[in-house]
């Protein structure tokens, strides 16, 4: 007999998976748990019921773990914001969740053998700053009443709060949120920035377009011995560390010498590309491609003093099957969105002759997934750094090596 939604159950809590849920059965039967841990006993209630799973929310701890805390916001539970996944796990048992769940990933999809994920010895790694404090974008959903607030966990329905926790002290000192924040009729979302170079500024969002209402409307950001001007729109990491984090890994594993040439894949303002850039030297030849406007516009003009970096405004998928980008190539640097680069850009990639990709990655399943479709190509995983830039959530971010035959 099945069961219904806002039904209450009893489980056994099982291992971590994607999403910020542990697995757990009933009768027999899938159930993706949020606000659990491993080894729990807990009473469940459903929230979806689908033909080959459950969802379920924990509502009642029976038989906590070990590695239970006490979520230091009172908006990180199951009827409130879903944007923080793990704030009831401790710090180093999160990292620990993230790794499992990468590993898991990479054999289930990737097709790696135990053997090949003991080598690589899949870790999260901390980033300084701590838990709390550290995001220095955060983007606000607006409801009908005009309030600025965060979603619940698969809704649309805004949460009205007070204060983010997560979010840099900076951005939650400014006047955007319940009971006293500004209302925002006209906006469709609301965004704040906190930069590291001391920059604060808010923006609303109206139909894509980023409109400045305090502070700059374009925030300087320091990183790999430069300084980036940004717009509003543009992207940037959220984490004041993961820029110089994520571009030291690339350089660690890439190794670039003089005179190479590179690809920089989705390659936004051209964290990455500056980054190449100062190792390949004045005779290396290095080529950005970004879609989307305001990272073009971004690249174009923080990069005008390196004059070896070509920008190519285009979908990568675009460039390469139209070979806006051509040949012969030693480094490819690929940072695609969460949704991975895809068997057609991954291919491309592998007939081009690199001696070496990083692959930059924020979702496991795609990274898995695109790692597959190397492997076909008979190219490997030689090393892969997993980093915790987005603490209390479920997400993580990757560094992979990846190797053709042969090396």
């Known amino acids: ?52 799973f459950l969802r379920a929310d924990a509502v009642e701890v029976l038989e906590p773990a070990a590695d239970r805390v006490t979520p230091p916001c009172p908006y990180a539970r199951p009827d409130r914001c879903g944007g923080c996944d793990l704030q009831h796990v401790a710090p180093a048992a999160q990292r620990d969740w993230k790794a499992a769940v990468v590993r898991e990933q990479l054999h289930r999809l990737g097709g790696l053998a135990e053997a090949e994920l003991d080598a690589l010895a899949v870790r999260v790694e901390a980033l300084p700053g701590g838990q709390l404090g550290w995001r220095s974008r955060v983007r606000y959903a607006v409801d009908a009443a005009g309030r600025a607030g965060l979603l619940k966990h698969r809704s649309h329905e805004v949460v009205p709060i007070d204060r983010c926790l997560i979010a840099h002290p900076a951005i939650q000192e400014l006047p955007v949120l319940a ?44 990183a790999v011995g430069r300084e980036w001007v940004l717009p509003g729109e543009a992207f940037w990491q959220v984490h004041p560390a993961a820029a110089e984090t994520l571009a030291a890994a690339v350089l660690e594993l890439l190794d670039p010498r003089p005179g190479e040439s590179a690809w920089d894949l989705y390659g ?18 290095i080529t950005l491609v970004e879609a989307a406007l305001a990272g073009v516009a971004a690249a174009r003009e923080n990069l005008r003093d390196l004059p070896r970096v070509e920008v190519v405004a285009a979908r990568v998928e675009t460039a390469l099957a139209r070979r806006r980008i051509t040949g012969p190539v030693d480094l490819v640097v690929l940072d695609p969105p969460r949704t991975g680069a895809g068997a057609a850009v991954t291919r491309a990639i592998t007939d081009a002759g690199a001696r070496a990709v990083a692959y930059v990655a924020c979702d ?14 008979g190219w490997r995983l030689a090393a892969l750094r997993g980093y915790d830039l987005f603490p209390m959530t479920q997400h993580v971010e990757l560094v992979g090596l990846l190797l053709p035959p042969g090396r």
């Open 1 to 52: 007999m099945g069961v219904g939604e806002a039904e209450r159950v009893e489980l056994t809590v099982g291992a971590p998976a994607p999403g910020g849920h542990c697995v757990a059965r009933l009768d027999g039967q899938v159930v993706f748990v949020r606000h659990a841990l491993p080894g729990e006993r807990v009473v469940a209630e459903i929230t979806e019921v689908h033909r080959g």
């Open 364 to 377: 496991p399943a795609a990274f898995a997934r695109d790692v597959r479709t190397f492997r076909a190509a």
């Open 179 to 222: 009971p006293d924040g500004h209302r925002w009729p006209d906006a469709d979302a609301v965004e704040a920035v906190a930069s590291t170079a001391g920059d604060v500024a808010l923006y609303e969002l109206v139909e894509g377009e980023a409109r400045a209402v305090r502070g700059p409307a374009a925030v300087r950001e320091v």
């Open 268 to 285: 936004g303002a051209g964290l990455f590309a500056a980054a190449l850039a100062g190792r390949t030297g004045p005779d290396g030849r």
